[in-house]
Structure formats: C-alpha cells, structure tokens
C-alpha cells in the first residue's frame, strides 16, 4: 500500500517542493542566487504553470492497479460463473506475474523517502548557499573566453567608482600596459581567494559572472598583491579594497599586472555576490 502510495505521489511532491522553493526565493528576492534576472519572471510563470499541472493531478482519480484489474478480471471464474477470453487472459496474466519482493518493496520506499527529504531539506530548510572559492579554483579565474572577450567600459572619462570586478578585470586583460591605468584609483569588492600562480605574495578579489544561472557562472577577479595575505584573510572572506594598479613587483606570477592595495576591509558578503 505504501509503495503504491509512494509510487503516485512522489513525482507531485517533488514538484511541489520545486514550486515551493521557486516562489519563495523570488519573494524573498533571493532567486538571483542561482539564476540570471532576465529569466525571474520565465520561471515565476513556470512555477506557476507548474502548479496548475499539480491541482490538476491532486483533483485527478488515480488509475487502477494492474493487479486490481487482473484480480477483478479473474474473480467471476473463482465464482464459478462463465469466463470470457478477456478474464482468462486476465487470470492467467495475474498468474504469470512473480510475486513482488518485500525486501525490494521497502528498499523502494526507503529510497523514495529518502530523495523527499532530502529535497525539501536543501530547497525549503537550508539558506541558499553561494558559490565560493573552491568553485573558483575548478573552474579557473579569469579563463573564461566568453565572458572576458566582451568590450569593456571606457577608462578615460568614465566613473570608475561604477565599475565592477568584472569590468576591470575586462580592461587588465584587455591592456596589458600599465601606462594605461595611470592616475587612476581602483575600487572593487568581491571574496578572497588565492592565486594560483603565486599563492603566498597574491590573491584574487574575485566574483562570479552569471550569464544564464549558477551553474555556468564563470569566476573573474583584480589580482592583488600583498605578501603574507593568508594572515589577514580567509578565502571566501568579502573586502572591499582600493589602490592602484601597478606592474607585478614579485615577477614570480604570470601576471605582469596587479593591483598595489592602500586599502583592504572586511565586509559583509552583498545581498548579490554575482554580476552579469
């Protein structure tokens, strides 16, 4: 019985619970944590088509068990009344079907359970996780093709204090020459996390570019120069820091620019850690 159960409503329930955790993130303007904003109200309408679907399949009569129908098709023979060719292939059929395993009954239900648990837990218990440095370190800062081949903001005359991790990551990669970034201040926030090049002297200031939702998402991030910086900081730590941009004074890093900090402060992470 709590197979047959298990077997009907855990498709609905886990569709449930992906509704639930979609309306709730967006209510809670937090559904940009896992996808790009041009895609909120796509998939808010989704939800909600979603859970037109599951009404639908809660209001629907479940079908008859195949073995309910075999065992009604076989019961006029039982009582000794005529049989058609319809009930003795019924019967026989009813006949032919190995009887289930209990231990492999339970095991099912135990799985379904389990899957049910677990989804609700990480979808409606957990707080929404971001990515962090060990992401990073996977998949390589500032190697995405696609996401620094972009044009990038103007330096001269534009407002720097706009721009983000990204866009000068965009302009260091874009003009090697650190001519170009004379005079001008840089301002950026984003997690700590180390260089692999020169993980003792380095590390990044880094973010995530999410182009459509978070499993794509692409680190970039400002080296920073600052020997012995594992003392200060914690990767996955959030600072704000200012400075300039210099050529490399370590010469140990294949980056012939990074960033002199003046400035380093621990801060809050943002209620949006990502760009785009």
């Known amino acids: 019985m709590l197979e047959r159960l298990i077997a009907r409503w ?25 996808i790009h904003p041009r895609y909120f109200w796509f998939t808010v309408i989704m939800a909600a088509i979603a859970a037109v679907f599951v009404v639908v399949a809660f209001a ?42 209990p231990v492999r009954g339970s095991l099912r239900v135990a799985l379904a359970a389990t899957i049910l648990v677990g989804a609700a837990a990480s979808l409606l218990v957990l707080p929404p996780a971001t990515l962090t440095s060990a992401t990073a370190s996977q998949r390589s800062i500032n190697s995405s093709g696609a996401t620094l081949e972009q044009s990038g903001p103007a ?57 459509c939702c978070a499993v794509d998402a692409q680190p970039v991030g400002v080296p920073v120069y600052l020997p012995g910086w594992a003392e200060r900081f914690e990767p996955d730590e959030w600072v704000a820091a200012s400075g300039a941009i210099v050529p490399n004074p370590a010469g140990s890093s294949a980056l012939p620019l990074l960033m002199e900090p003046t400035d380093l402060t621990v801060i809050e992470q943002p209620d949006q850690p990502y760009v785009f």
């Open 60 to 101: 629907m009569t479940p079908l008859r068990e195949p073995a309910d129908e075999a065992t009604d098709a076989a019961a006029p023979a039982e009582r000794g009344q005529p049989d058609d060719h319809d009930h003795e292939h019924a019967h026989d059929h009813a006949h032919d079907e190995a009887p289930r395993s």
């Open 155 to 211: 330096l001269v005359g534009g407002d720097t204090s706009q721009f983000t991790v990204k866009d000068w990551a965009l302009l260091l990669r874009q003009n090697p020459d650190a001519e170009y970034f004379a005079d001008q201040a840089i301002q950026v926030t984003g997690f700590v996390t180390e260089s692999p090049d020169d993980p003792d002297n380095v590390f990044y200031v880094a973010r995530f570019v999410v182009t």
């Open 10 to 34: 855990q498709g609905i329930l886990l569709a449930l619970i992906g509704i639930v955790a979609t309306v709730w993130l967006a209510a809670t303007d937090r559904l940009g944590l896992y």
